[in-house]
Nanobody, 111 residues
Framework: QVQLVESGGGLVQAGGSLRLSCAASRSMFTMAWYRQAPGKQRELVASITTGGITNYADSVKGRFIISRDNIKNTAYLQMNSLKPEDTAVYYC????????WGQGTQVTVSS
């Protein structure tokens, strides 16, 4: 079994920052962050491969940074210059021998 444990969500003012963490119980090929806002489909925010290749949604480019520590099997999402439209439940996803989703963490950005 692969378990993903997320942390770091919370309430922040617009323009502020949050850092999300996702700890996997095993090494994974690709780790990613998705988010789902009320009434919206879940969307990919950012992903990172084992080799460090990253991909970002256009809406977060230049503001969010995804990184990973392959020794700790942990992915991070540094979210800067947060906007109210970033408000959503953020889910960690990891692809490996097993694919797993984190429990989700609420990020709320106030105006």
């Amino acid at each position: 079994q692969v378990q993903l444990v997320e942390s770091g969500g919370g309430l922040v003012q617009a323009g502020g920052s949050l850092r999300l963490s996702c700890a996997a119980s095993r090494s994974m090929f690709t780790m990613a962050w998705y988010r789902q806002a009320p009434g919206k489909q879940r969307e990919l925010v950012a992903s990172i491969t084992t080799g460090g290749i990253t991909n970002y949604a256009d809406s977060v480019k230049g503001r969010f940074i995804i990184s990973r520590d392959n020794i700790k099997n942990t992915a991070y999402l540094q979210m800067n210059s947060l906007k109210p439209e970033d408000t959503a439940v953020y889910y960690c996803y990891a692809r490996g021998y097993f694919d797993s989703w984190g429990q989700g963490t609420q990020v709320t950005v106030s105006s």
